[in-house]
């Protein structure tokens, strides 16, 4: 047998945020052939996730602009694990525990600044997808995709619109 035999399939997890009432053709063309997606908040409208809901399943957290009924009833934080891989999702960085390896996460999934980013600290990957939604500033119109092979988690973000 070869070693590719021997590894696990990987897993494809679309990441979205801060899509602010908005489902961009591009981003679901994006995340289509997705396993999962994750959307770390800042929805706005039920529409989002019912659109998202038609790809694969989903994993989602409240932001600070998803109020009213329709909101009420999502966590504001939530943890799963693909593999062997356990994954934080909150929408603002600074609901992160202080160190969220005591709780075994090797990924944190956060949205609010709208800026992409994609860093490692201490052994747990963070992943920013940016906003997918309306344009703030001069921030590119961007998603994500986490990865998931066993115990290895990669990230990359890219840009939908410039």
Known sequence: MTPAQHRPPSSRIGLISDTHNLVRPEALAYLANCDAIIHAG????QAVLDALAQIAP??????????GEWAAA???????TVQQVVI??????AEVPADPRTQGIKVVVT??????????RDGV??????????RRFKLPVSA???????????????????
């Open 42 to 45: 800042d929805i706005c409208n």
């Open 58 to 67: 989903l994993t989602v957290v409240r932001g600070n602009n998803d109020v």
């Open 74 to 80: 999502l966590p504001t934080h939530a943890t799963l």
């Open 88 to 93: 934080l999702v909150v929408h603002d960085m």
């Open 111 to 120: 949205g609010h600044s709208h800026k992409p980013s994609i860093s490692e």
């Open 125 to 134: 990957l963070f992943v920013n997808p940016g906003s997918a939604g309306p």
């Open 144 to 162: 994500g995709l986490l990865t998931i092979e066993g115990a290895h988690a990669e990230a990359r973000v890219d840009v939908l619109l410039e």
